[in-house]
T-cell receptor
């Protein structure tokens, strides 16, 4: 009965490869997010979807492409991985809608630790 | 740009003592939230305080908000070793869905 789940938990890959991280939430929330946490623990928003519509798209290289097949899933695909992509990636969800926004409590997944060699 | 800044960056206390962490932010907000992150885990929501509230309690947690000073504090009373974690404040921006997280305070509670 996990609320927000991510797979895989660990991902080790070579530079130049393409990889995907999957996220699913069973909370019935309308909004989902991807965050990147660097080695100094700084957490930065990357993308957000509300009901499958992209609403936040921060300054992220276009090698990163989110995809939301339905409002319970938000996947992150990364092309041509670089060393600097090594980080922990967190998925989150919240009940925010087009009126209240996503500023409500956010529920985080366990994270995916990506290591690019 | 980063909104919340936590202070101190790291805090080490003895079990049973109180721990106080501070957060400062730059622009007006609708609400401010505190989250905890245990090592190797995702963030867990602790408490949300709205801009028209000055103080909020939840168990051993007490949060204050001073909008005139653009600052908030999180007090954990009677700390336990299990409180060892990083604590983050997060603030919203009026016109977007974004929560902006600070860099966190790493709390170590020694048994």
């Amino acid at each position: 009965d996990t609320a927000v789940s991510q797979t895989p938990k660990y991902l080790v890959t070579q530079m130049g490869n393409d990889k995907s991280i999957k996220c699913e939430q069973n909370l019935g929330h309308d909004t989902m997010y991807w965050y990147k946490q660097d080695s100094k623990k700084f957490l930065k928003i990357m993308f957000s979807y509300n009901n499958k519509e992209l609403i936040i798209n921060e300054t992220v290289p276009n090698r990163f492409s989110p995809k939301s097949p339905d409002k319970a899933h938000l996947n992150l695909h990364i092309n041509s991985l670089e060393l600097g992509d090594s980080a922990v990636y967190f998925c989150a969800s919240s009940q925010g809608n087009s009126i209240s926004g996503g500023k409500d409590t956010q529920y985080f997944g366990p994270g995916t630790r990506l290591t690019v060699l | 740009s980063q909104q919340g800044e936590e202070d101190p960056q790291a805090l080490s206390i003895q079990e049973g003592e109180n721990a106080t962490m501070n957060c400062s932010y730059k622009t007006s907000i609708n609400n401010l939230q505190w989250y905890r992150q245990n090592s190797g885990r995702g963030l867990v929501h602790l408490i949300l305080i709205r801009s028209n509230e000055r103080e909020k309690h939840s168990g051993r947690l007490r949060v204050t908000l001073d909008t005139s000073k653009k600052s908030s504090s999180l007090l954990i009373t009677a700390s336990r070793a299990a409180d060892t974690a990083s604590y983050f404040c997060a603030t919203d921006e009026d016109s977007s869905y974004k929560l902006i997280f600070g860099s966190g305070t790493r709390l170590l509670v020694r048994p």
